[in-house]
Each structure stands twice: as structure tokens, then as C-alpha cells.
């Protein structure tokens, strides 16, 4: 079957840091981006930021640029944010998504892990 399991996720005071972890399992992802969004209560989901395995190509959300930074570990085929200088609206449920480079659909999406950042 094919999993995407986050973990990582806590409370955490503002301008601290946190960081996530997607591990990938069941098929062969090579050709997948991989990405990350984000929910708070009462808001939509919003994507955060996607990343190929190469880590050649990067993108982010304007609101967590310069502060979040996403990577791959190819030998144990997860995704990682490292999220620096937290602010409480940062607060959400965050969620691992794959999507095929060649489709626009997010196939596969992990259960999410929260992140809370006090004030």
C-alpha cells in the first residue's frame, strides 16, 4: 500500500523552530514532486512548499519564504521542512502530498501532523 506518514509536529513558542518529516512507502515516488500544505481551523488549505528528489527544483509559499526549507533524503525516501522563526500564524495541521510530474492532481496525501506556535 502506499503510505505518506508526517511526523515531527508540536508546540512550539514563536521564533522557534520545527521540523517535519514525510516518509514515502509503497511505490517507486521518482517521478513525483513532493509537497507540502497546510490547515488552519476555518481557513482552506494552502500549499506551503514542493520539492523534486533531485532537490533541483524548489518552490515556497511567499509567506514562509526565506523561513522554511524543504529537502529530501533519498536513502530513506522522506521529505523534510525545517520551519525557523515560527509565528503563531503558522499554527495548522501540516500534510505531505504527492503529485506526478506530469498531472496536476495530488494523488496521494498523508494524515497530517499539528503544529502549534504559541504566542
Known amino acids: 500500500q502506499v503510505q505518506l506518514v508526517e511526523s515531527g509536529g508540536g508546540l512550539v513558542q514563536a521564533g522557534g523552530s520545527l521540523r517535519l518529516s514525510c516518509a514515502a512507502s509503497?511505490?517507486?515516488?521518482?517521478?513525483?514532486?513532493m509537497n507540502w500544505f497546510r490547515q488552519a481551523p476555518g481557513k482552506e488549505r494552502e500549499f506551503v512548499a514542493s520539492?523534486?528528489?533531485?532537490?533541483?527544483?524548489?518552490n515556497y509559499a511567499d509567506s514562509v519564504k526565506g523561513r522554511f526549507t524543504i529537502s529530501t533524503d533519498n536513502s530513506k525516501s522522506t521529505v523534510h521542512l525545517q520551519m525557523n522563526s515560527l509565528k503563531p500564524e503558522d499554527t495548522a495541521v501540516y500534510s505531505c502530498?504527492?503529485?506526478?510530474?506530469?498531472?496536476?492532481?495530488?494523488?496521494?496525501w498523508g494524515q497530517g501532523t499539528q503544529v502549534t506556535v504559541s504566542s
Open positions: 509503497g511505490r517507486d515516488f521518482s517521478n513525483y514532486f
Open positions: 520539492i523534486n528528489w533531485s532537490g533541483s527544483i524548489t
Open positions: 502530498a504527492a503529485r506526478n510530474r506530469y498531472s496536476v492532481e495530488y494523488h496521494y
